[in-house]
């Protein structure tokens, strides 16, 4: 179980997981990942890993565990949890003027394929709907549970961008509390509802439609743009054009867009920068504002590091205007 900690200064939580630290190679240099391990994720190491949660084939049919030779896409428990399910979530403890308290909360991983591929590009369209497909059902399962408030999937690609293991591979994280930038996130959209009966991101993105500056596609369901506001050179933004239901309710062709939009802006950021690492987010609110939700995707390259004028402001720098990288995308 996670240690929460509670920063009465910048008013944030930190949870202190001390169990991380034994993760495989997770300070080790890129160019020796592959030589240290046997891929616990590759069809036939299945024994290095916990027993599979849930399983499907590549045409997203569930099937019955243990799966063994069979499967397309299997979602494993995390070995080194950041949280750890254990029921209910302890109250606040006693700590001067510090708060902190034990609280569950569940870590799953998803591969979406058992063949030794690094990078969402290199995933067949129904590998990566499929994989899209287990992190809905998972995290439908996940709101029924009283340990967890919201739900985080995300994918870490390559070293620089913090993942210990090459084999492509989405974390799925639910968080025992609801954080401050999301809590914010969730008034502002609850309040834009009550005002205009839009949520900012359709506002945004008739915006940005309209204008097509920073438009990279369009389809049917989506729009992926380059923000206007980019933290980080190269940042993307994959929207639905309209409020979708929630992500755990959404439509098969919906997913299916979202994997080929996806896979299409990796496969050309990739070449255009040096096989980059890269970090790949679904954001949602949490589970008690789910209607009035709009969730879209960031996916960001790490390009730069931090450095402390952000990590002391939160004010970002970055070097490639949004303008500049939708016309190399393009």
């Given amino acids: 179980m996670s240690d929460m900690r509670f920063d009465p200064i910048f008013e944030q939580w930190v949870a202190v997981s001390e169990v991380r630290r034994e993760r495989p190679l997770e300070f080790f240099p890129a160019d020796q990942l592959r030589k240290q391990i046997i891929c616990p994720f590759c069809r036939g190491n299945e024994d290095e890993t916990p027993g599979p949660i849930a399983a499907w084939d590549r045409h997203g049919r569930k099937l019955e565990l243990p799966a063994i030779d069979r499967w397309s896409t299997r979602v494993i428990p995390n070995k080194y949890p950041t949280y750890e399910d254990g029921g209910r979530k302890r109250s606040d403890l006693d700590s001067g003027p510090y708060r902190t308290c034990d609280m569950p909360g569940l870590q799953e991983l998803i591969i979406p394929t058992p063949r030794h591929v690094c990078s969402l590009s ?19 399962a996940w709101r029924q549970s009283q340990s967890v408030e919201h739900a985080m999937l995300f994918k870490n690609c390559r070293h620089e961008a913090g993942a210990s293991i090459e084999h ?19 008034a502002r959209f609850s309040d834009s509802l009550v005002h205009t009966g839009a949520t900012p991101l359709e506002r945004l993105v008739a915006f940005e439609e309209q204008q097509g500056l920073r438009v990279i596609a369009r389809g049917r369901h989506f729009v992926m743009l380059c923000p206007f506001a980019s933290r980080m050179a190269f940042q993307v933004w994959i929207i639905p054009r309209r409020r979708p239901a929630a992500f755990w309710d959404c439509p098969p062709d919906m997913l299916e867009e979202l994997a080929e939009l996806g896979q299409s802006v990796v496969a050309k950021l990739e070449p255009l920068l040096s096989l980059p690492g890269y970090n790949w987010m679904l954001h949602q609110l949490p589970f008690a504002e789910a209607a009035n939700d709009h969730w879209f995707v960031e996916i960001i ?30």
Avoid: C, M
């Fill in 301 to 330: 390259p790490r390009l730069s590091k931090i450095a402390g004028y952000e990590l002391g402001t939160e004010i970002w720098v970055n070097a490639v205007s949004p303008e500049a990288a939708v016309k190399r995308l393009r």
């Fill in 168 to 186: 492509t591979h989405f974390q799925l994280i639910g968080s025992p509390l609801v954080s401050g930038p999301l809590q914010q996130r969730a």
């Fill in 122 to 140: 290199e995933l067949e369209v129904d590998e990566f709907s499929v994989a899209l497909i287990a992190a809905q059902q998972r995290i439908a």
